[in-house]
């Protein structure tokens, strides 16, 4: 799958996309990610991408212009999506329903938001949370990396990423590696049995618990 990032600030993506799984996907070719400089699209020769907004105010707005020609570049562009807080809510759901896509393409925006006709050429508009971030660029890395994790022959064990919170509806149950007592607090006895059937039937009991306390609402 490839997912394209339009972004004022694509250094910011380097170490990110180099290390761990998404690093390997990336040398496995099962993903490939590609950061488009907004401002190489810009229509001065200062790379300007923002200006005042009209009716006054405070704080900046990211041109249109550079955007979309930005947008038009590609060869391929996908569903293209906005990131702001606007948008619908980023969830494991959503990550998995992305991956079914050959190409995505996020946009990034910056200052006080995108000049709202934008929005014209995207095809939905996504949130990662009720908060306000500088720009989009952390929001595309969340994104990026779930999905990364969920892409098949990404993570090493499969098993691991359907053990993860929300796969099932539910949150994870709890892990623990050696030392076997620590500060007098010792590993539940179950995971030391070697009786892998009892060991499944705690884990699940467990996370059910976990969720129960922590997300009641995702069982109703
Ligand atoms: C400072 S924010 C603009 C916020 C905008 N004035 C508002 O209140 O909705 C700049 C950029 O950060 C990104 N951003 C901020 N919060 C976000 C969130 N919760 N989810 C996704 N992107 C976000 C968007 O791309 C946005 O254009």
């Not at 590696?177 to 884990?203: A, M, Y």
Request: aromatic letters at 8%.
């Amino acid at each position: 799958m490839k997912i394209d990032v339009l972004s004022i600030f694509p250094d910011l993506f380097t170490v990110f996309l180099e290390r761990g799984i998404l690093g390997r996907a990336q040398e496995n070719k099962l993903l490939s990610v590609e950061i488009i400089d907004i401002r190489t699209f810009a229509t001065d020769s200062y790379g300007t991408v923002d200006d005042y907004p009209y009716g006054g105010g405070a704080g900046m707005i990211m041109k249109v212009e550079p955007i979309v020609s930005a947008l038009e570049s590609l060869d391929n562009s996908g569903k293209v999506f906005l990131l702001t807080p606007r948008g619908g809510l980023f969830t494991q759901a959503l990550a998995r329903e992305l991956l079914s896509k050959e190409t995505i393409t996020l946009i990034c925006g910056r200052y006080k938001g995108v000049d709202e006709r934008v929005r014209d050429f995207v095809d939905g508009e996504i949130s990662i949370g009720d908060y306000v971030l500088s720009g989009g660029e952390v929001a595309a890395m969340v994104i990026i990396e779930t999905m990364a994790r969920l892409l098949p022959g990404a993570v090493s064990d499969p098993a691991s990423v359907k053990g993860d919170s929300f796969e099932n509806g539910i949150l994870d149950a709890p892990n623990y590696t050696r030392p076997r007592v620590f500060r007098g607090k010792e590993v539940p006895s179950v995971l030391l049995s070697g009786d892998h059937k009892e060991i499944d039937r705690w884990r699940e009991k467990e996370a059910l618990k976990i969720t129960k306390k922590y997300r009641s609402d995702l069982l109703v």
